[in-house]
């Protein structure tokens, strides 16, 4: 099994709708959940970090199942800028530190 | 937010060829810094830890002969490609390690010809 699983899509919407994207990890013992934005050809961008009670940023909410051991993200009335790849991260427990691993990502295209 | 800068931004070398690619944390200290690659279409794969002043980890079937990681001081991280082969080309990305989340460095795109 992977260490981290996404469904790579591509979700293709319309401008308005919510999307939610799932990600799940194999390791118990990981501690700290990221949902990152990647552009085409750009370095990944931090877009929240995922806590447990879960949080939200506007139009975009994080929740996080330690039980089955998944992140999800919601993005609620989607405009087309949201139109990118969506990565979890998450870190593995590596000889006394941690190690920080992508999923695959999952791209999204928001249609006009 | 915490600024990471790699350099060359690009570089196209022959096969054979060595390559070295700087990475360095501009306003903070990073103790540990990571080096990913992305093949077109695939997501970030972790290529090692690197540890200011000790030897870097390697993930499983990178192979750190071929890559060398020299982690010097806090600010600064070196990837050394080794007599690139044109399966080398790809975008290889830093990231610094602040205190809440990973910074990452622009990229750096590499064609071996």
């Known amino acids: 099994r992977k260490e981290v699983e996404q469904d790579p899509g591509p979700f293709n919407v319309p401008e308005g709708a919510t999307v939610a994207f799932n990600c799940t990890y194999s390791?118990?013992?990981?501690?700290?959940f990221f949902w990152y934005r990647q552009d085409c050809r750009k370095e990944p961008k931090l877009l929240m970090s995922v806590y447990s009670s879960g949080n939200e940023d506007g139009r975009f909410t994080a929740q996080l199942n330690r039980a089955s051991q998944y992140i999800s993200l919601l993005i609620r009335d989607s405009k087309l800028s949201d139109s990118a790849t969506y990565l979890c991260v998450v870190n593995i427990p590596t000889s006394g530190t941690y190690k920080y691993i992508f999923g695959t990502g999952t791209r999204l295209k928001v249609l006009a | 937010g915490a600024v990471v800068s790699q350099h060359p931004s690009r570089v196209i070398c022959k096969s054979g060829t060595s390559v070295k690619i700087e990475c360095r944390s501009l306003?903070?200290?990073?103790?540990?810094m990571f080096w990913y690659r992305q093949f077109p279409k695939q997501s970030l794969m972790l290529m090692a830890t690197s540890n200011e002043g000790s030897k870097a980890t390697y993930e499983q079937g990178v192979e750190k002969d071929k890559f060398l990681i020299n982690h010097a001081s806090l600010t600064l991280s070196t990837l050394t490609v080794t007599s690139a082969h044109p399966e080398d080309s790809s975008f290889y990305i830093c990231?610094?390690?602040?205190?809440?989340?990973?910074?990452f460095g622009p990229g750096t795109r590499l064609t071996v010809t």
């Open positions: 990231s610094g390690l602040g205190a809440y989340e990973q910074y």
């Open positions: 306003d903070f200290q990073a103790t540990t």
């Open positions: 390791n118990s013992a990981s501690q700290s």
